[in-house]
């Protein structure tokens, strides 16, 4: 129902080549990017999860 | 700015709560009683609803959907709402989305005991309980995507993002997965044929355990480990990283459950070394997590909730390397169809998402409920129970498979087999299999343990269902000011903005994989010999879906010495082009089915043998554990169902000749009149229209078309198999 719309698969690593290439160029921008990012600004995103409105943080024994 | 006042809805919260806690207990006791069915075949009962091929599907989609399911709604609508300083978008949609997800599990046990599935594990739900399922998690979805939208908070915290991945993933892959064509309300064909089918089943498989049971609950991770640490995470620099690299790179690993199947090569390749890749970002989250504890294991020391959480990530660190490691060719060669897969999936299940799941509800229930827990000595009690069992279950299984892929390839000094029937190999791990009810058993005891003492909490509390809280209203920042803000910065506040890139990010894997597989013609070489299935095969085969045969039997020969000369030839893609659905299964607990249709190969049988098999499999040998389907030699046929079958499959490609559909019941009753003499002959009387005959003919077909000499038909065959 489906199948048979291309012809052949003569030359299909590509499509994986490319997703590689995608991903590592992808992945060395976020790193570099992410890593430059100031660590007092990391800092208070990490911590803003911890400071609520909660009337009792910890009410296990 | 003035605060606003709103009130958090804590009574969905409730109820999903509820809803983990009984559904978690039915999931792990239909799991002891497969446990004890593969042990013991009297736990059958000697009925069709209670038989391992319908159980075992019950236990894991109550497992997957039920337990984890509604754990994973209870973690998101709480922690959604904390984050996020807001109540969830519609409270209607919040109930909506709750019956809805409950009518499914509730469909799906009835429907999976009355035999109707689909055979794709994981996916065996028919098409009506899988348009629910689509219109369902669509709610889910909305409901978030609006909550977040109408936040009073700029930033969207790191779990969130991992929420809307999980959202996103799992709807790409249902609905691609359920493509299918019905016939009756409760039957319908998989579009996509054989190797096509399995490709598909594999990208979607492998990515529920992504979507599913691994990014929703990092996303619960990042919310409940810090708050019960009372830290912070320990790097918000490596979640971004390891956020991306995983949701990127997990989409393209699916077809690492099919190495060395009837499969092209790029296929087996791709997945392979994308599984690899998947170690770093797996483990970048790992020791995230575990890192977020320097400074507080003196809390692990007195904290139930903090024990599960360690547990949960170490179990999330091992099976995240044992995966990658399992699709390694010639590892994969010892864990593929062996008990090695199952101690992998109930390591990552009982440890990875039991862990998170307790430990979050150990947590968040006494807040919820304003209490203190009943004894948090009972919590400690159900951690080391629950921990040891894992163990017990898992060591055994371990054991287990590597004894049985030994004594499978193990050749006598004449270049014989030397346990050429599989039984024999079977008959030497069933003690493990006794092992695995005892730890079974184990996880079961904790789990109540946890009921009696989440339940006294509840019953010593009370939830606030609209509890009120304040925060000042989201000023909106506006246009993106490069020079202090970085493009994720920027995107960590544009939710829809946020979803496209991910969206992208799930499409490129899932894209190259599949596109290529189902489009380009020359990956499924076709064979002459191989010809359609009678209407009496055709219907055989549905009986073997209907009846969940795939749970225990493949029918794919892999390419090895051991398997050609126990199974016969190995399997070609060819041979499967109209098989709707696939059916190579995942596990041999017995042997492979493929050319039990081949009257000179290893696996034929006569039809008085199948027939006495069926009956009762301990009168050939006792020590089969397989069930008895006494029911094959009572049950009718559905004849009327038969033409629509073939128009079904005309549909689909299958080709029948033009107005076949009319003559195929005169057909299946001439040949199932050939099979009933010959079973007459060995004095067995049966009408021709039993489910039985059926059976008994479409064991005579399989793998029975090709000769091992056989030829392929396309010039492009190197690229198969």
Sequence with gaps: MVSNILEGMVGIHIFYVIGLLLFLILFIVIVVRTMRRPAAEMNEIKE?????????????? | MENQKFYYDNKIVKYFILATIIWGVVAVLVGVLIALQLAFPAFNFGIEFTSFGRMRPLHTNAMIFAFVGNAIFAGVYYSLQKLLKARMFSDVLSKVHFWGWQLIIVLAAVTFTLGFTTSKEYAELEWPIDIMIAIVWIIFGWNMIGTILKRRVQHIYAAIWWYLASFLGVAILHVVNSFELPISLFKSYSIYAGAQDAVVQWWYGHNAVAFFLTTPFLGLMYYYLPKAAGRPIYSYRLSIIHFWSLIFLYMWAGPHHLLYQALPEWVQALGVTFSIMLIAPSWGGMINGLLTLRGAWDKVRDKAELKFMVVAVTAYGMSTFEGPMMSLRNVNQITHFTDWTIAHTHIAGMGWNGGIAFGMLYWMVPKLFRTKLYSEKLANTHFWIATLSILIYAIPLYWAAVTQWLMLREYTPEGFLAYPIFMETLTHILPMYTLRIVGGVMFLTGFLLMVFNLFKTMAAGKVEANELSEAPALVPKGARNPMT???????ERKAVRFSIWVFVALFIGGAVEIIPMIFIKSNIPTIDAVTPYTPLELEGRDIYVKEGCYTCHSQVIRPF??????????????EFVYDHPYQWG???????????????????KNAAWHYNHFMDPRKLNDQSIMPNYAWFAKKDINLDLIPNKIRAMQTLGVPYPEGYDQLAVDDLIKQAEQIVADLLNSGIEIEPTKQMVAMIAYMHKMG????????LNNDSHENGK
């Design chain 1, 48 to 61: 803003s999860i911890l400071i609520e409105n909660d009337p009792d943080e910890s009410k296990t024994t």
């Design chain 2, 485 to 491: 803000e970085t493009i994720h910065r920027w995107m």
């Design chain 2, 561 to 574: 010495r051991w398997e050609t000369d126990r199974y016969g030839e190995y399997s070609k893609i060819g």
């Design chain 2, 586 to 604: 995942s596990r041999r607990t017995g042997p492979d089915l493929a050319r039990t249709g081949y009257v000179s190969g290893p696996m034929y």
């Design chain 2, 704 to 711: 029975g078309d090709i000769e091992p000499a056989s030829t």
